[in-house]
């Protein structure tokens, strides 16, 4: 047992996650047990456990613990929860879902690293996961109705969530950061009824976008 990343990962959530308004047990839990080192590049392997976004490769980086477990405590997942994932870069959201939800789809647009994802999480006997090469956003995802959508790039342009929103089961929620630096903000998006969804500001944050997210038109004068 290496006990500097056993302190490293019980101060992350002390040090981290608690303190930014995180108090839910499962998620807390899942993420003091979950081994991100495992996740993170060799090169980088000692910052695992910070306060930063870790580049993975492809020009991606895992987004920041805080922000993960704000995505958790919000999405409020289920162990029933049939969830998508757009971006699962090198698999340690990825885990995270699994350990709270059902069934997951993710989708990668980079196929080392939706082998990466493969390979990381097969220690971890995830339930019901299947990872798949493909832009997440070109259009619906077979599985669909999910309870759970779960984004993790930004969206520079908001009318990029209307192609998630729709995916979404009666009661269902997604987790996505919309915007464009220097202020972005992650949203809670809950499906009401069949035409109605109901959006909420979580925290304003900043996330690398993802890759093939359309981008708003600019006016010329």
């Given at each position: 047992m290496d006990i500097s990343i056993d302190k490293a990962r019980f101060n992350m959530v002390q040090q981290q996650i608690r303190p930014?308004?995180?108090m839910d047990d499962e998620v807390l839990s899942v993420m003091a047990e979950l081994p991100r080192e495992q996740f993170v590049p060799a090169a980088y392997r000692n910052l695992a456990y910070a306060d930063l976004e870790v580049p993975i490769g492809e020009g991606q980086s895992m987004l920041a613990?805080?922000?993960?477990?704000?995505m958790l405590q919000a999405l409020a997942i289920r162990p029933q929860d049939k969830i998508l994932q757009i971006g699962t870069g090198t698999g340690y959201v990825t885990a995270c879902l699994c350990r709270l939800g059902g069934h997951l789809v993710g989708m990668e647009i980079h196929a080392e690293l939706a082998e990466r994802t493969r390979t990381?999480?097969?220690g971890l006997k995830p339930r019901r996961?299947?990872?798949r090469v493909g832009d997440g956003l070109a259009g619906p995802v077979e599985e669909q109705p999910f309870d759970v959508i779960a984004v993790t790039g930004s969206l520079p342009d908001a009318a990029a969530l209307g192609i998630l929103e729709d995916q979404?089961?009666?009661g269902g929620r997604l987790f996505a950061v919309v915007g464009e630096e220097?202020?972005?903000e992650a949203l809670l998006v809950t499906r009401a009824t069949e035409r109605d969804f109901h959006r909420r500001?979580?925290?304003e944050t900043c996330v690398p976008a993802l890759e093939?997210?359309?981008?708003p038109e600019r006016f010329v004068f």
């Open positions: 930014w308004n995180v613990p805080k922000v993960v477990a704000h990381g999480l097969q996961l299947e990872v979404l089961a009666p220097p202020v972005m500001s979580l925290l093939k997210a359309p981008r």
